[in-house]
């Protein structure tokens, strides 16, 4: 990175015209997205109003990118994560900006759900120290509405550098983090950390509370410890304990929403103010829709933005197979061969063969209909 350069000429938003950006560099014009555009905890108060829970779809290394948030976006989250992104390349390599951060000004200025709802795009970050966590604040908020720090991330490389669940053993590193960032942007800057449980509860009620004190303004508590698979249930339990004892900050619970019905389960045995689901949106991005399904048509909408923004065709892929209904033989056969696609123009082979998918502007375009009534030769068909 070119030190003499200002941080924002090195920042780059895919979509965004080229003269645009040039004039932001000069400073000419305002910024794309000034900060604060949706506050979260607007988002809180209005969901306590309207008696129901935030509805969260969680950061996924890989998988949080752009068409899939604009995705779980059009099928109601209220708050759509970004995958966790290490400040430490972000702000020192433009190729880690580049691959790491992709936004357009759709997402920046007219992101919507289908009911027309507001929501919060948070840019989830994975830091091991104040110098790296400004800068990359610094960078980064103007795109976003909040910041999250990832307090969880088992992975023991990351680990192993003092990043993600290496903060959960130091409450007082999070808290200087945390009031790093307050001191420095006030409350221009909404901040967020998502932790795990330690074995003793006890040890997590005193970290949240020294993180509530630190001035963050809402916490995610995925009910599992950094050595607990992800197999093994979540521990409502010790979500309830900490949302007992957290009076000031909203809580968020994470762990098992896989179904439209947990989201009530959940929220009513812990009391907490929003609920977060990953596995559960990565298998049916309509999850808060309150369908039990992905819809067709929800693959139609993932098509087209894959399209039109790009993806990986790995990604793509994966994002079809997790969204396949499960424990039909015909569905699970069709399963296995979409998993033998080796290219994106194999995968639109296999669409044709076995689906009727419609692209945008073509008429039913995302029309909800299930997977069944759109496969050729199922009952969808129209002869
Ligand atoms: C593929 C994948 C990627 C993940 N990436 C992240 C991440 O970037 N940041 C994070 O805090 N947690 C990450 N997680 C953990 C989830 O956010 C979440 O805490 C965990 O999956 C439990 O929620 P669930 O039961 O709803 O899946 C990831 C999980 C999965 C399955």
Redesign the pocket.
Known sequence: MDAAQPIKEQFIIENIPAKRRRLESTGNIEPLNPKPKVDPLLIFAECKEQNRPVLIA???????KLPFRELVGLYESDFI????ILAREFVRHRGGRDSDFTTNLKEQHSRQALSGKKQCLIV?V?ANNVTDLLRFVEMIHPYCDAI?L?C??PVREQVREGI?AALMSDRFKVAKFVKAVKKRWGDKVKMET?I?VHDNVQETIQFVQEVEKAGVDWI?I?G?TKDTR?SVP?DLEKIKLVREAIKRVPVVA?????KPEDIQRITDYTKVDGV???????NNPCLFTMRSEATWGAVERLISSVMEYGLPFQLAQHHVSCMMPKGSAIMNRLNKSLNECTSMVGMLDWFDDNFELRRLRQEGFAEERSFEDARRGGAGEKH
């Open positions: 969680g950061p996924m290394v890989r998988y949080s994560y970004t995958p966790m989830q994975g999250g990832n969880g991330c993600g998502k795990r995610t995925h599992r992800s979540v994470n762990g098992d929403c896989f977060m689901a990953v596995r559960g949106v990565l």
